[in-house]
């Protein structure tokens, strides 16, 4: 199908033209590349092409089979709409469930069936439109059979499918060039331990992930693995509740050479952390890798997935993505939808605008706080008594518990020096709001 959408442009800050980006600019080349190669902004085909609105409470507000009743056909129209779609916001990347991209048949082999002919119909138009697979993901949560897990399952038979629809989608994965494969963890939890036997459940994910890398890396899958942290929801209990939790895991079942984090903003606050503790603690582990852009509300205790927005917080997970040495496999990936209220397909075109120019915004107030140099260099300044005399010796292992007792006997009164975050905080708003 055409559906000929008018292609979003960069026309600046004084532009009042809805459909116009006003900050996001994708060749606009700053610090040696273009904004487009600094973001890698990718669409999530599950919000963006499937869901129509559906909450707990009402059905959909929305209609996205495009005038199709043929399984195969919706999920075709569909496709050449995502697709265009990338090109009219000239996004390059995008990212996928297996459900997401074909119709699910009545049994598991007819739905791999309908979910490769899919695979060789996307396959034919990312060459068509020049895009990219940022990464897939197999939709291991949705249907009953993982009603108690996939991997974590009491039961083998559903550990043994999940294992299957996870090869069918490294498949996929490899066949278009995806450079990442994710690992949210869906019902991977429990909702009480009166029914669980979490030490078998944690081992078999580790178990499962093992065959899940080992079977890529045979296939000549050479891109990332992510685990996407989330604390709850559905599960009372997430086994991948952060980063911190995930790479205990990791490093527990041998796996964090292979396995990185896919960091999602609404998963971190619900974490009770914010954005940027979650993408500084991937980064000091040597797991940062990609990132799920979106916001949450800090009123609701729930996933609600909204195109971010927050300025603030795109500034300070750029900060963070920069100082990180900037994306390699991994990419902006906008988990976000549309309010169930905002219910055309021109919303959709206004989510992503404001999603991409909160980014490049963020993006450009980052990197002019990194060239400011002030915050960075009063942090250095801040542990300086660690480059000299005792700190030296503690940070570069010749200081012992005895050692340090007896120079700590000959100190007078210590002056612990102030933490000024109220003037760093300023700082931040003056390089962000400078010229108003
Ligand atoms: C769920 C979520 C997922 C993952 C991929 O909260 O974020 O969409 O990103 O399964
Ligand atoms: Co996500």
């Known amino acids: 199908m055409k559906f000929d959408l008018k292609a979003v442009k ?3 800050a004084n532009s009042k033209n809805p459909f116009a980006f006003k900050f996001y600019d994708k060749d606009e080349v700053i610090n040696g590349k273009k904004m487009s190669e600094h973001m890698k902004f990718a669409m999530s085909y599950w919000h963006t092409i499937d869901q129509e609105g559906t909450d707990v409470f009402g059905g959909p507000t929305m209609d996205k089979k495009f005038g199709k009743t043929d399984p195969l ?3 075709k129209a569909k496709a050449d709409f995502a697709f265009e779609l990338m090109d009219a916001l000239g996004m390059e990347y995008y990212c996928f469930h297996d459900v997401d991209i074909a119709p699910e048949g009545k049994t598991l082999k007819e739905s791999l069936a309908y979910f490769y002919e899919m695979v060789d119909y996307i396959y034919d138009l990312q060459k068509k439109h020049n895009k990219k697979l940022l990464w897939a993901t197999a939709n291991n949560f949705s249907d009953k059979k993982f009603m108690v897990g996939a991997a974590t399952s009491a039961n083998a038979d559903v550990f ?3 294992a299957a629809k996870v090869k069918a989608c490294i498949d996929a994965c490899i066949k278009l060039g995806g450079t990442g494969y994710v690992f949210w963890g869906g019902r991977e939890g429990y909702d009480t331990l009166l029914n669980t036997d979490m030490g078998l459940e944690l081992d078999n994910l580790g178990r499962f992930l093992t065959m899940a890398r080992d079977y890529a890396r045979k296939q000549g899958f050479t ?7 989330k604390p709850k929801e559905p599960t009372k209990h997430q086994y991948d509740f952060d980063v911190a939790t995930c790479v205990g895991f990791l490093k527990k079942y041998g796996l964090a050479d292979d396995f990185k984090m896919n960091i999602e903003a609404n998963h971190a606050t619900l974490a009770m952390h914010t954005f940027q503790h979650e993408l500084r603690t991937a980064t000091i582990n040597g797991a940062f890798g990609s990132i799920d852009a979106n916001q949450g509300d800090c009123m609701l ?4 997935d909204q195109f971010p927005t927050n300025v603030y917080d795109t500034t300070l997970c750029m900060y963070e993505v920069i100082k990180a040495g900037g994306f390699t496999n991994g990419g902006l990936n906008f988990d976000a939808k549309t309010r169930r209220a905002s219910n055309t397909f021109d919303d959709i075109l206004f989510g992503y605008i404001a999603g991409m120019d909160s980014f490049a915004l963020g993006y450009k107030l980052a990197d002019r706080i990194i060239k400011d140099g002030r915050i960075d260099e009063f942090v250095k300044n801040r542990y300086a008594s660690y480059t000299q005399g005792v700190g030296k010796d503690i940070v570069e292992g010749r200081a012992t518990l ?3 007792a007896t120079y700590a006997e000959t100190l007078g009164e210590i002056k612990v020096e102030s933490g000024r975050q109220e003037y760093l905080e300023s700082i931040i708003n003056e390089l962000m709001f400078k010229g108003v």
């Open 10 to 12: 960069y026309e600046g």
């Open 73 to 75: 056909e919706i999920f």
């Open 160 to 162: 043994a499918t999940a």
């Open 223 to 229: 891109g990332d693995f992510y685990i996407e942290p």
């Open 301 to 304: 205790g729930w996933d609600t």
């Open 402 to 404: 005895e050692s340090l």
